[in-house]
C-alpha cells in the first residue's frame, strides 16, 4: 500500500517476516495518521452522517429548529406591541403639532417659519394660550404634570449674544459672542391670567425654546389583553434663529418617556400574566445559551483538530499549513450562530426589562432582536449547504467574497471621488447633492436605475457651466458604474459560480486539506467511527495490527 505524501512506501510481499514485524513504529505512524484522517472527516460530516457514523443525535439541529420557531414567535409579539408603542407616539406627535404650532399643515413643501416680528410674538403667545386652555380643545386623555400636588410650568427660555451691535449698511458689526440664558415660567393655572410681558432682541437672538410636560395613557393595549403604560411627553418648540437670514424655522421635538402606571384596574377584559412572557423569554434565554456552548465547543473541537493536522503536516513534509486550509477548521456558519445567540441574548434582557418597566429603550432591543433573528434565519443555509443543488450558492459566495471585497474597495474610490466631486459643485444647485449623505443615497440609486429621469431634470440651469458640468458628471457616473464596473461585479460571481460548478462535477480535491481527507475511503456506516470513539488511536493502532497479523497468518497457512 502507499501512503498520502510518499509519507511510507510498503511494498507487498509474501514473507512471512513482513515489514510491519519489522517496522513497527512505522506502523503505528500510519494508524495515527489514519485516526487523524478519521477524526477530521468525522468533524465535517452532517448531522446524518454523524448519525450512521456514531450514533450521535443531531442534538445542534434540532435545537436550531426549535430556537428558530421559538425566537420567532418572539419577535413578532415583540414587534405588535412596539408596532402599538410607535404608533402612540407618532400620532401623539402629529396631535401636539396641530394643537401648538398655529396654522400648521401636514406634508407642508416649504418649512414651517415665520417671516415678521410680529409673528414670532403672535405664534409664542399662541403656543402658551393652548397650553393654558388644553383641557378645553385636546380629544386625548392628555393632562399635566404635578410634582407635590403642583403644575410644574412652562418654560419660554431664549438664547442671545451677550452684547451685539449690527450695522449692516456700513459694513460693521461688534458681537460679544458669550450666549446668555433669559427663562420665563408660565404656569397652566389660571386660565385667564394675563400673559407674562417678555421682549426679544432680534439682532441678538439665537432661538427660542418652549418646554412643558404633558402625560397621557395608551389605552389601546387594552384591547390586547395588555395593561395599559402612563407615557411622559416633553415637548420642545424651538424657533431658530441661528442663520438670522430674516427666516426663524420652528420646530417640535417629542422626547418620551414610558413609565408604569401607579394604579389601575382593568373589567371586562382579563389581562395577560406578564410573568408568562418573562417566563418564555427566559425560556429563550437558557435555549441560546445551550446552543452558545454547543457551537463554541464545536469551535474549538474544530481549533484542535487544526493543531493537530498543523503539527502533522510540519512533522512529516517540514511547512505550514496554508492559512485557506486553517480557514476550513474555523466553521463561519458555528461564528454566525455564537453571534446570533449573543445579539439574542441580550435582546431578550432588555425586552424582560422594558416588560418589567425598568427600561424603555425599544429601538435598543428592536435592534438586538431584529438582528439575532436574522443571523438565525441565516443560520439554516448551513443545514441547507448540506445538499449539492443548494450548496453550490454557498461555496460561490465564499469562494467569491475575497474578490468581491477586493473588487468593492477599489470602486468604493471610485465611487467616493464622485461623491465629494457631486457635493463641492453641484451642491448649491441641486437639493440631491446638498450633503454628503444625500450625494451618496443619489448616486447609488442611479446605479441600480431609479430616480434617473429627476435627477437630470431638477438640477438648476442658473450657471450655465455648471449645468454643463452636472451633464458630464451624471453622464460619465452612469456610463461607467452601470456599463463597465457593475457588469465586472456580475462577471466575477459568474466566474466564480462556474469554477464551483466545474470542481463539483470533476470531484478532484482542490487543497492540500481535502486531497488528505480523500485518503480515506471509510463510509459513515462502517463502523470504523464508531471504534474511533470507544478506543484511543493507540488501542486502534494495535487492533489493526492484530487483524492484519491474522490476516498475514491465514495467507501463510493457504500458501
Known sequence: MEESGDLYDVHETNDPSSWEDQHPQCVQDVAKVECLRRKIKYYFMNPCEKYHARGRKPWKLILQIIKIAIITIQLVLFGLSNQMVVTFKDENLMTFKHLFLKDYVDGGIDPYAVYRQADVYDHIEYVIQQYRLLHNITVGNHEYE??????????????????????????????????????????????????????????????????????????????????????????????????????????????VDINECREWKVTGAYGRSIYLTVLFDCLIIIMCIISFALCMRSVITGIQ????????????????????????????????????????????????????????SYDVCSIFLGTGTMFVWMGVIRYMGYFKKYNILI?????????????????????????????????????????????????????????????????????????????????????????????????????????????????????????????????????????????????????????????????????
Open 146 to 255: 404635578k410634582k407635590d400636588s403642583v403644575y410644574t410650568p412652562l418654560l419660554v427660555c431664549q438664547d442671545f449674544y451677550r452684547n451685539g451691535t449690527i450695522y449692516p449698511s456700513n459694513e460693521t458689526f461688534e458681537i460679544d459672542a458669550h450666549v446668555d440664558t433669559k427663562c420665563l415660567r408660565v404656569y397652566p393655572q389660571p386660565v385667564h391670567e394675563a400673559l407674562p410681558h417678555f421682549k426679544l432682541d432680534f439682532i441678538r437672538l439665537i432661538s427660542v425654546k418652549i418646554t412643558f410636560v404633558l402625560k397621557a395613557i395608551n389605552l389601546q393595549t387594552v384591547r390586547h389583553r395588555e395593561l395599559p403604560d402612563c407615557y411622559d411627553f416633553t415637548l420642545i418648540i424651538t424657533f431658530n434663529n441661528q442663520a438670522h437670514s430674516g427666516q426663524i424655522k420652528v420646530d417640535l421635538e417629542n422626547e
Open 305 to 360: 483538530l487544526q493543531l493537530e493536522y498543523s503539527h502533522y503536516c510540519r512533522k512529516h513534509f517540514g511547512k505550514e499549513l496554508l492559512w485557506s486550509d486553517k480557514l476550513e477548521f474555523v466553521s463561519g456558519w458555528y461564528i454566525l450562530i455564537i453571534v446570533s445567540d449573543t445579539l439574542t441574548i441580550i435582546g431578550s434582557v432588555l425586552k424582560i426589562e422594558i416588560q418589567t418597566k425598568v427600561l424603555t
Open 395 to 559: 461555496l460561490t459566495l465564499r469562494a467569491a467574497f475575497p474578490n468581491v471585497i477586493r473588487f468593492i474597495c477599489c470602486a468604493g474610490i471610485i465611487y467616493l471621488s464622485y461623491c465629494f466631486c457631486g457635493w463641492i459643485v453641484l451642491g448649491p444647485y441641486h437639493e440631491k447633492f446638498r450633503t454628503l449623505n444625500t450625494v451618496s443615497e443619489c448616486l447609488f440609486s442611479l446605479i441600480n436605475g431609479d430616480d434617473m429621469f429627476s435627477t437630470f431634470k431638477n438640477m438648476k440651469q442658473k450657471n450655465s457651466l455648471v449645468w454643463m458640468f452636472s451633464r458630464v458628471y451624471l453622464y460619465t457616473f452612469v456610463s461607467l458604474f452601470i456599463y463597465m464596473i457593475l457588469s465586472l461585479f456580475i462577471t466575477l460571481i459568474t466566474d466564480t459560480y462556474d469554477t464551483i460548478k466545474q470542481q463539483q462535477q470533476s470531484g478532484t480535491p482542490t487543497s492540500e486539506l481535502q486531497k488528505f481527507l480523500s485518503e480515506c475511503k471509510d463510509l459513515p456506516n462502517s463502523g470504523v467511527y464508531r471504534l474511533d470513539k470507544n478506543n484511543s488511536c493507540f488501542l486502534n493502532c494495535f487492533i489493526n495490527r492484530c487483524r492484519k497479523y491474522r490476516t498475514r497468518e491465514r495467507l501463510t497457512s493457504e500458501a
